[in-house]
């Protein structure tokens, strides 16, 4: 558990360290409008592969079988004898 809230930990005073380097955006340059604009797009693809993940799982959950026991076949032995006279 040490281990899992260091890393978390980390992780967060990395991000607010980098993100303090970042200056303000210089006066007349693009503030990246169409690269915002089109993030949207990427969007249809992963609901289409979160619905994937979801199908896969639930495929796989239910083609486990079931646990009953299948009735053993009853057996049968016949025994011949012969005499000789």
């Given amino acids: 558990m040490r281990l899992?809230?260091?890393?978390?930990?980390?992780?967060?005073?990395?991000s607010v360290a980098f993100a303090n380097d970042v200056g303000p955006l210089p006066a007349g340059a693009p503030a990246g409008v169409?690269?915002?604009?089109?993030?949207?797009h990427d969007?249809?693809?992963y609901v289409l592969l979160g619905a994937a993940?979801?199908?896969?799982i639930a495929i796989a959950a239910s083609s486990g079988g079931s646990d009953a026991v299948p009735a053993p076949t009853p057996t049968?032995?016949?025994?011949?004898t012969t005499t000789t006279v």
């Fill in 43 to 45: 969007t249809l693809v």
């Fill in 4 to 14: 899992i809230s260091s890393f978390l930990a980390l992780a967060l005073t990395t």
């Fill in 76 to 80: 049968t032995t016949t025994t011949t």
């Fill in 34 to 40: 169409k690269h915002a604009q089109d993030i949207g």
């Fill in 53 to 56: 993940v979801i199908a896969g």
